[in-house]
């Protein structure tokens, strides 16, 4: 009977420890809550659902459709851009684009409006259901600028909201936010067109992302200043009337982190969006760059923090007044979502949604088949502004590894099968597997040099990047427990921001190309896992 006691003791101590460890991690929240590359966040709220949507740039599909029950556990539950028809992105630059989408909800009918960052320009799309099927888009050829905005006013009316610098500026880096009736059954712009501000101050600096609110019977014009980097910041406009006068809120910014220096952890806060829950508390996402020693690999990430109105004024985190790597969630049912598992066995018949390619491809160079991944090699390359036979998936951690078990054989110089860490095509690494045997190779700032060469006859190869903050390894083998290093530790700072990498972000996944020449080959991959590595 002592036994038994002791032993019920004892399982009732470790249920209360699983029970207490639970409850902390329920009442809080790490940020980002969109980790990788997820900038320029739009949300809106239908009853208890979340919708978010982020910047794609060249990415396909593009405009991914996050959903979420508590604004922490996100999902995607489809994408924007999902046919190869709807825009062109071939020959873009790898910072161009799907651009700063916003999402809103009207009578029944999700709206997203973007810019098409040299293909097109700014357009919208609509659907019943955020799943899809989205419209075809809707191009708007007289709405000039960037970072469009949809707002419905009490009358029913339909307002886009947008950028530009088509003006006479009177300081360097000089933008307008301009607002002009939408007429939606005329998919036109109609009636007088106003700028609405400038920025918060005589010298603000790239005023965008503009997001306007009707709350507490004013409305609220918050948007971004100070460009995409050090300097980003949200900032906040007020105005009693539709067409303004909008007055610079004297709190202004209202979120930034440049006044913490140059050494703080999370930088470049800016583009927000502000959505009101059902218990009518409000939150807001931000972009926000998570920062190594002056170094972004990561590129924009998406981050939540709660806000409080004092005197219509919107106070980001109240007592801090920055964006916390952890904070309390918010007052909502905790709905976690379903975890990706960390190996992709490729058992299904279409590409899980993680799975990306860079530009929309003009044919279909790979299949499901035999529970692997098989790509045929094309002969467009990386480091053109075409689709190649690339498919990568979001880096999300400083700290994590990514492996693929490859099967490829060749008799040509010009083949190559391997593992790709990419960026643009200008900065990237490539651990390629080709006749002679295993080759690690990066580009950066446009610079491209062989970094090491290893002989390896084996049809099958294992190989596997590991990365640790700013420095990353790459290995092969013929088993997993016998891996071999190449090229020594290499850094990530070849896929951090620079002049080259501004907008975009980074992964991983996989690549196969015979290098301007057609060929017959086929490289197969078994799976491929990537997971944060923990310290």
């Known amino acids: ?42 949300i809106c709220r239908v009853n208890d659902d979340y919708y978010m949507v982020t910047s794609s740039f060249t990415w396909y599909p593009g405009i991914p459709i996050y ?88 009358n029913g ?139 972004n690999p990561l590129a924009r990430e998406t981050f939540l923090c709660k806000v409080n109105f004092e005197n219509s004024t919107p106070i980001f985190n109240p007592g801090y007044g920055i964006v916390l790597p952890e904070q309390e969630r918010p007052d909502l049912p905790w709905q976690p979502v379903k975890v990706e598992p960390v190996r992709d066995d490729f058992e299904t018949e279409n590409l899980a949604s993680k799975w990306y390619f860079v530009r929309i491809p003009r044919k279909k160079f790979y299949t ?28 999300k951690h400083h700290d994590f590894t990514a492996m693929t078990k490859l099967e490829f054989q060749t008799k040509k110089e010009n083949e190559q099968a391997g593992l790709v860490v990419y960026r643009t095509a200008t900065g990237y690494y490539t651990l390629m597997k080709d006749k002679s045997g295993i080759v690690l190779t990066k580009k950066h700032l446009g610079k491209k040099e062989v970094v090491s060469r290893i002989p390896y006859a084996k049809k099958d190869v294992y190989l596997k990047v590991t990365a640790n903050g700013l420095n990353v390894d790459f290995s092969f083998g013929e088993t997993i427990d016998n891996m071999t290093n190449i090229g020594g530790t290499q850094t990530l700072e070849v896929i951090s921001d620079n002049k080259f990498n501004k907008f975009n972000g980074s992964g991983v996944g996989v690549y196969a190309t015979s290098n301007g020449k057609l060929s017959r080959n086929k490289a197969a991959y078994d799976w491929f896992e990537y997971q944060e590595t923990i310290k």
Request: glycine fraction near 8%; aromatic fraction near 12%.
């Open 1 to 42: 009977m002592k036994i038994v006691s002791i032993m019920n003791k004892g399982l009732f101590i470790c249920i209360w420890l699983l029970a207490t460890v639970w409850l902390a991690q329920a009442q809080t929240f790490k940020n980002p809550v969109l980790p990788g590359f997820n900038p320029d966040p739009s």
């Open 67 to 154: 959903h979420s029950k508590d604004l922490v556990n996100w999902e995607i539950v489809g994408h924007g851009i999902s046919r190869p028809d709807m825009i062109d992105m071939n020959g873009l630059n790898d910072n161009d684009g799907i651009w700063a989408v916003t999402i809103r909800f009207h009578e029944g009918l999700f709206y997203l409006i973007t810019t098409g960052s040299k293909c097109g320009g700014n357009f919208y799309i609509t659907a019943a259901d955020p799943k899809g099927p989205w419209s075809d888009p809707v191009w708007l050829k007289d709405a000039p600028g960037i970072d469009p905005s949809l707002f419905w006013d009490d």
């Open 157 to 295: 009316k339909c307002y886009y909201i947008g950028n530009t610098w088509d003006f006479k500026s009177s300081w360097p880096a000089q933008c307008a936010i301009w607002m002009q009736e939408l007429d939606l059954s005329r998919n036109k712009l109609v009636g007088e067109r106003k700028i609405l501000t400038y920025g918060h101050a005589n010298n603000a600096t790239y005023a965008e992302g503009p997001h306007l609110y009707k709350i507490n019977g004013k409305y609220l014009l918050l948007m971004a200043e100070g460009g995409s980097s050090y300097h980003h910041a949200v900032t906040v406009h007020q105005s009693k009337s539709l067409w303004g006068p909008y007055v610079a809120d004297k709190t202004n910014p209202v979120l930034s982190h440049r006044h913490l220096g140059e050494n703080y952890p999370i930088q470049g806060l800016g583009h927000a969006d502000l959505v009101q829950t059902q218990n009518g508390e409000w939150y807001s996402v931000v972009l926000g760059k998570r920062m190594i020693k002056g170094y």
């Open 368 to 395: 499901l088949e035999d529970n692997c991944l098989n790509i045929s090699l094309q002969p467009e390359v990386i480091d053109s502004l075409v689709n190649a036979a690339m498919i990568v998936q979001k880096i």
